[in-house]
T-cell receptor, first 116, second 115 residues
Framework: KQEVTQIPAALSVPEGENLVLNCSFT??????LQWFRQDPGKGLTSLLL?????REQTSGRLNASLDKSSGRSTLYIAASQPGDSATYLC???????????????FGEGTQLTVNP | NAGVTQTPKFRILKIGQSMTLQCAQD?????MYWYRQDPGMGLKLIYY???????DKGEVPNGYNVSRSTTEDFPLRLELAAPSQTSVYFC??????????????FGPGTRLTVT
């Protein structure tokens, strides 16, 4: 059974700092990996999606890397801002055949606070 | 586009009552999903659908039922509500994975309390 772990559970940093969030998974047979942002009382917003054949994806100040062989992904946030404060969730796409990659297994998230 | 919409936003049920959580999307996505999120936890997949008339169980389907009669709608039915079903329920949708872009779009959630 696939298990996804995120470390740390909570992180507090001063504004402007570069930071790394970690995600590990137990079964390397994944089809994709997604990073989501969740604001309090809101739904999830997909930030980055990495297909299993890719090593990284970038969007603005965000960079996500994937190392399937070691079962790890990192989300790098450059020059953090107070508006980045949220919970960040990692999810791996599993499944077989036509539905490959559509069924997500989530980690418990990292709660990030960026202090002005 | 409204994206993924869910109703109601909040609901309190008594033990043993039943209800239907509504979900609709206007992005013409074939795939739709229901998740639950317990406090401080990640999301767990309840049911998913790959198209109208086709549904399948996820990780935690017990106590729930789904149907998919149209591409747009994917209601989740709770029968005989129990306190263990107190959670936040999220609906999501995506294109089919074979398109290479299975990014999932989430609704705002329904907060359900069973007492």
């Amino acid at each position: 059974k696939q298990e996804v772990t995120q470390i740390p559970a909570a992180l507090s940093v001063p504004e402007g700092e570069n930071l790394v969030l970690n995600c590990s998974f137990t079964d390397s047979a994944i089809y994709n990996l997604q990073w989501f942002r969740q604001d309090p009382g809101k739904g999830l917003t997909s930030l980055l999606l990495i297909q299993s054949s890719q090593r990284e994806q970038t969007s603005g100040r965000l960079n996500a890397s994937l190392d399937k062989s070691s079962g790890r992904s990192t989300l790098y946030i450059a020059a953090s801002q107070p508006g980045d404060s949220a919970t960040y969730l990692c999810a791996v796409g599993i499944g077989q055949g036509e539905t490959s990659g559509s069924r997500l297994t989530f980690g418990e998230g990292t709660q990030l606070t960026v202090n002005p | 586009n409204a994206g993924v919409t869910q109703t109601p936003k909040f609901r309190i049920l008594k033990i043993g009552q039943s209800m239907t959580l509504q979900c609709a999307q206007d992005m013409n996505h074939n795939y739709m999903y229901w998740y639950r999120q317990d406090p401080g936890m990640g999301l767990k997949l309840i049911y998913y659908s790959v198209g109208a008339g086709i549904t399948d169980k996820g990780e935690v389907p017990n106590g729930y039922n789904v149907s998919r009669s149209t591409t747009e709608d994917f209601p989740l039915r709770l029968e005989l509500a129990a306190p263990s079903q107190t959670s936040v329920y999220f609906c999501a949708s995506s294109y089919a994975p074979r398109t290479g872009a299975p990014r999932q779009y989430f609704g705002p959630g329904t907060r359900l309390t069973v007492t």
